[in-house]
């Protein structure tokens, strides 16, 4: 398996723009993550999906930012508009097990690289 | 008072010691996960745990629910265990910690 597979790996925008990062889970995971990593706040979980619903949003910072996931291969982090402040490094990860996907092994993506001018 | 809180922050040591990265928290919790961060900057789960202690290879991990406090040891430490070492822990949601940056000199 290819593992987590994210795209694009860099992306350079201009403030204001719309941002859609992607994210390929490994084929029979039923869990999905999409987090955040600043050098501020380190680590934090945006959002992540069971089954492609989404159970927990609490972490999404705003309205800007919203996520989807269509199917079981594939979901979307889209920022619009976005902002300098959203410059970060956006990891998506994926996990299977029965008892929800925060107990269980998580597989991460190589992460998207974002810089809002 | 952040709820996960990592010691040391960053930590150097001499290829072939003995590391130990500690992680305490302050909420109820039902698992904790240690990850590690290459300079890369690629993450790997290395332990989910619940209770007790679970072993990788050279990596050890042991838990204390009662103390609200984890361990992660690193046995014969190597160069290419510097990484940046993170725990986790799951209560409704997902809390990490800081991070503990680890070097290993040859």
């Known amino acids: 398996d290819a593992g987590v597979i994210q795209s694009p790996r860099h992306e350079v925008t201009e403030m204001g723009q719309e941002v859609t990062l992607r994210c390929k889970p490994i084929?029979?995971?039923?869990?999905l993550f999409w987090y955040r990593q600043t050098m501020m706040r380190g680590l934090e979980l945006l959002i992540y999906?069971?089954?492609?619903?989404?159970?927990?949003d609490s972490g999404m910072p705003e309205d800007r930012f919203s996520a989807k996931m269509p199917n079981a291969s594939f979901s979307t982090l889209k920022i619009q508009p976005s902002e300098p402040r959203d410059s970060a490094v956006y990891f998506c990860a994926s996990s299977f097990g029965l008892a929800g996907g925060r107990y269980n092994e998580q597989f991460f993506g190589p992460g998207t690289r974002l810089t809002v001018l | 008072k952040n709820e996960v809180e990592q010691s040391p922050q960053n930590l150097t040591a001499q290829e072939g010691e003995f590391i130990t990265i500690n992680c305490s928290y302050s909420v109820g919790i039902s698992a904790l996960h240690w990850l590690q961060q290459h300079p890369g900057g690629g993450i790997v789960s290395l332990f989910m745990l619940s209770s007790g202690k679970k072993k990788h290879g050279r990596l050890i991990a042991t838990i204390n629910i009662q103390e609200k406090h984890s361990s992660l040891h690193i046995t014969a430490s190597h160069p290419r265990d510097s990484a940046v070492y993170i725990c986790a822990v799951v209560t409704d949601k997902l809390i990490f910690g800081t991070g503990t940056r680890l070097q290993v000199f040859p």
């Open positions: 084929s029979g995971h039923n869990s």
């Open positions: 999906f069971n089954n492609n619903v989404p159970i927990d």
